[in-house]
């Protein structure tokens, strides 16, 4: 069974029509690239999984049952967490601040807990060995390189148990050696058994790090393919609408 | 040899000797002891305990409201309403009193017209999206008119029948000699830092001046947290203002009058970042120490009271100055 599909989503912002009949599932331990041009309807498709908007028609279901989402905690709770374009890091604090921010954790009881800094320092540190990254949980991401931050972006969606990833243009601006970096975290949320959606400009990073690729055109899904039956040409025709469907 | 995983997590990166070093607070506290001993060879009135005595109490009242103003700077805002906030609380203490109710009754009034303050700051920021510079300037005007309406613009000295009571609490020395208003300024003092650095809430007020979108993204109640800094900072300047009446004995339309300049500069002098996203309790109290040692030494050193305002300010920029410089050579 699919983890998360699809059935026939639209959303409607007054008359445009960002999304339109969209049908696709997602499957655990695979990377799903998601591409098309800027206004090609990959954001308001990916901000519909992760609880930002509510779609206008359609409906999802997740491991069988209908996901009903009304704000991104929503689906927090489901286990589908993002990496923003701009990875939301605040500069001022530490890694490991960083990665518990909104769910720190805490001794004691009710209201009156304190942070407790040991656990969250640890947990943090496990995190990066297990992404087998070089980040420091008590180093401030101000000081960090792109990669490094993009680390600490990802380790907050080791926290919970998450079972969809959904990444932004994570590779956009960075360097070419971290880019590689990303690319190898990204493999290992895969072979954790978790579902990634990456949203990428970048043709030679979606072929080389995900299994399926979707392509959106004008609000519409114009393609959906195993990367190896494909082609970084086609693909580029499926964006530009130089190939109609595939 | 490979490190293990518990020596990564114990990293830091700096020293605990390098990371004072670079604080702002050190050096301003480096400053305050300087010109303490300078003070107290260059004239014979610095040291004695008289004149220590009334700095100490001097600069409580800047300090209190300076630490309700370090969360708010925290959050990247700014409050410019608490010099009128102290002296509308002030007068709804000394009104309710002078009207024959007890002490209790007046300080309930004078917090919870602090409260309404800051739910009115606080959420006209929060929620409807208004500047903090807007509102709380259109604050500063509103609660100064307020004091005025409810005095009738005329000076109160008689608070009823708690009226010793009130000037005990604070005029009085109830602890080891130790003023007052001083205790209150130690104890809020403690609260803060404890708050800030322990608590989900404080880690959140840095969270939001770092970069409000992304607590927002992470689930963080920035809203509400912003309102309550506000309420906070209302509340401390309401606490200031019922110590100051305590200790003046009299509650005039005018106290408080361009206090806000002095309590910012504090905050900022004490290390906070007008930019957000960086300030402690301690270096609140030790910029209001700051100030009024300058203030103080003026006054002793026989220099006249029209360049405090000078040297104050000077002392602002200067303050901002060295961040420059620390951002600058950072950069590099």
Same mark, same amino acid.
């Given at each position: 069974?699919?983890?998360?599909?699809?059935?026939?989503?639209?959303? /409607?912002?007054? #008359?445009?029509h #960002?999304?339109?009949?969209?049908?696709?599932?997602?499957?655990?331990?695979?990377?799903?690239?998601?591409?098309?041009?800027?206004?090609?309807?990959?954001?308001?498709?990916?901000?519909?999984?992760?609880?930002?908007?509510?779609?206008? /028609?359609?409906?999802?279901?997740? @491991?069988?049952?209908?996901?009903i989402?009304?704000?991104?905690v929503?689906?927090?709770?489901?286990?589908?967490?993002?990496?923003?374009?701009?990875?939301?890091?605040?500069d001022?604090?530490?890694?490991? #601040?960083?990665?518990?921010?909104?769910?720190?954790?805490?001794?004691?009881?009710?209201?009156?807990?304190?942070?407790?800094?040991?656990?969250?320092?640890?947990?943090?540190?496990?995190?990066?060995?297990?992404?087998?990254?070089e980040?420091?949980?008590?180093?401030?991401?101000?000081?960090?390189?792109?990669?490094?931050?993009?680390?600490? @972006?990802?380790?907050?969606?080791?926290?919970?148990? @998450?079972r969809?990833?959904?990444?932004?243009?994570?590779?956009?601006a960075?360097?070419?050696r971290?880019?590689?970096?990303?690319?190898?975290?990204?493999?290992?949320?895969?072979?954790?058994?978790?579902?990634?959606?990456?949203?990428? /400009?970048?043709?030679?990073?979606?072929?080389?790090? @995900?299994?399926?690729?979707?392509?959106?055109?004008?609000?519409?899904?114009?393609?959906?393919?195993?990367? #190896?039956?494909?082609?970084?040409?086609?693909?580029?025709?499926?964006?530009?609408?130089?190939?109609?469907?595939? | 040899m490979?490190?293990?995983?518990?020596?990564? $997590?114990?990293?830091?990166?700096?020293?605990?000797?390098?990371?004072?070093?670079?604080?702002?607070?050190?050096?301003?506290?480096?400053?305050?002891?300087?010109?303490?001993?300078?003070?107290?060879?260059?004239?014979?009135?610095?040291?004695?305990?008289? !004149?220590?005595?009334?700095?100490?109490? !001097?600069?409580?009242?800047?300090? $209190?409201?300076?630490?309700?103003?370090?969360?708010?700077?925290?959050?990247?805002?700014?409050?410019?309403?608490?010099?009128?906030?102290?002296?509308?609380?002030?007068?709804?203490?000394?009104?309710?009193?002078? =009207?024959?109710?007890?002490?209790?009754?007046? $300080?309930?009034?004078?917090?919870?017209?602090?409260?309404?303050?800051?739910?009115?700051?606080?959420?006209?920021?929060?929620?409807?999206?208004?500047?903090?510079?807007?509102?709380?300037?259109?604050?500063?005007?509103? =609660?100064?008119?307020?004091?005025?309406?409810?005095?009738?613009?005329?000076?109160?000295?008689?608070?009823?029948?708690?009226?010793?009571l009130?000037?005990?609490?604070?005029?009085? =020395?109830?602890?080891?000699?130790?003023?007052?208003?001083?205790?209150?300024?130690?104890?809020?003092?403690?609260?803060?830092?404890?708050?800030?650095?322990?608590?989900?809430?404080?880690r959140?007020?840095?969270?939001?001046?770092?970069?409000?979108?992304?607590?927002?993204?992470?689930?963080?109640?920035?809203?509400?947290?912003?309102?309550?800094?506000?309420?906070?900072?209302?509340?401390?300047?309401?606490?200031?203002?019922?110590?100051?009446?305590?200790?003046?004995?009299?509650?005039?339309?005018?106290?408080?009058?361009?206090?806000?300049?002095?309590?910012?500069?504090?905050?900022?002098?004490?290390?906070?970042?007008?930019?957000?996203?960086?300030?402690? =309790?301690?270096?609140?109290?030790?910029?209001?120490?700051?100030?009024?040692?300058?203030?103080?030494?003026?006054?002793?050193?026989?220099?006249?009271?029209?360049?405090?305002?000078?040297?104050?300010?000077?002392?602002?920029?200067l303050?901002?100055?060295?961040?420059?410089?620390?951002?600058?050579?950072?950069?590099?």
């Amino acid at each position: 069974m699919a983890l998360l599909e699809l059935s026939n989503i639209s959303k /409607h912002f007054g #008359a445009i029509h #960002a999304v339109n009949d969209v049908s696709l599932s997602l499957q655990a331990g695979e990377v799903t690239g998601l591409m098309g041009d800027n206004g090609a309807g990959k954001s308001t498709l990916v901000k519909m999984i992760a609880g930002n908007f509510r779609p206008s /028609h359609g409906t999802m279901r997740m @491991a069988g049952a209908e996901l009903i989402l009304h704000r991104p905690v929503d689906a927090r709770r489901h286990g589908i967490e993002i990496v923003h374009q701009d990875l939301a890091l605040c500069d001022n604090l530490t890694a490991a #601040a960083n990665v518990f921010l909104g769910r720190e954790l805490r001794i004691g009881f009710g209201p009156f807990g304190i942070l407790d800094y040991a656990a969250m320092y640890k947990r943090a540190g496990q995190i990066f060995a297990e992404l087998k990254s070089e980040t420091r949980p008590r180093d401030l991401v101000k000081q960090m390189s792109g990669g490094q931050r993009q680390a600490v @972006a990802i380790a907050r969606t080791m926290l919970s148990q @998450a079972r969809i990833v959904l990444m932004d243009e994570p590779t956009a601006a960075i360097s070419v050696r971290q880019v590689a970096e990303v690319l190898n975290l990204i493999r290992h949320l895969r072979d954790q058994g978790l579902a990634v959606i990456l949203i990428s /400009h970048r043709m030679p990073d979606v072929f080389s790090v @995900a299994d399926r690729v979707i392509v959106m055109r004008r609000g519409r899904k114009v393609a959906d393919k195993r990367i #190896a039956e494909s082609s970084p040409e086609e693909v580029t025709g499926l964006i530009t609408g130089a190939i109609e469907q595939a | 040899m490979a490190t293990t995983i518990d020596q990564t $997590i114990a990293q830091k990166q700096h020293s605990w000797l390098t990371s004072i070093t670079n604080s702002q607070t050190f050096w301003v506290v480096i400053a305050v002891i300087l010109a303490c001993v300078f003070l107290s060879f260059a004239t014979e009135s610095f040291a004695t305990s008289k !004149n220590l005595y009334n700095i100490t109490r !001097n600069f409580t009242f800047v300090a $209190i409201i300076a630490l309700g103003m370090t969360l708010v700077i925290i959050t990247g805002g700014i409050d410019l309403s608490v010099g009128s906030v102290l002296c509308l609380c002030s007068m709804v203490l000394a009104v309710t009193m002078n =009207a024959g109710y007890g002490i209790e009754i007046g $300080i309930l009034a004078a917090l919870g017209t602090a409260i309404v303050v800051g739910l009115f700051n606080g959420i006209l920021i929060a929620y409807l999206g208004f500047p903090p510079f807007v509102v709380t300037l259109g604050m500063l005007s509103v =609660a100064r008119s307020l004091a005025m309406v409810a005095s009738n613009n005329t000076v109160v000295f008689q608070f009823g029948p708690d009226h010793d009571l009130l000037l005990a609490l604070g005029g009085g =020395a109830w602890l080891w000699g130790i003023a007052n208003p001083v205790l209150y300024m130690i104890a809020l003092a403690l609260l803060t830092g404890f708050v800030l650095r322990w608590t989900r809430f404080g880690r959140h007020v840095f969270a939001i001046g770092g970069n409000e979108h992304a607590a927002r993204l992470t689930g963080v109640p920035v809203r509400p947290i912003k309102v309550a800094v506000y309420v906070i900072s209302a509340l401390t300047a309401g606490i200031a203002g019922i110590v100051q009446t305590g200790w003046l004995g009299a509650v005039t339309t005018n106290i408080g009058a361009g206090m806000e300049l002095q309590v910012i500069a504090a905050a900022v002098i004490g290390g906070a970042n007008l930019a957000g996203g960086i300030g402690t =309790a301690f270096g609140a109290l030790v910029g209001a120490a700051l100030i009024e040692v300058i203030r103080n030494s003026l006054g002793l050193l026989g220099i006249n009271a029209f360049w405090q305002g000078t040297f104050i300010g000077g002392a602002i920029i200067l303050a901002v100055l060295f961040d420059r410089i620390r951002n600058i050579r950072q950069s590099e």
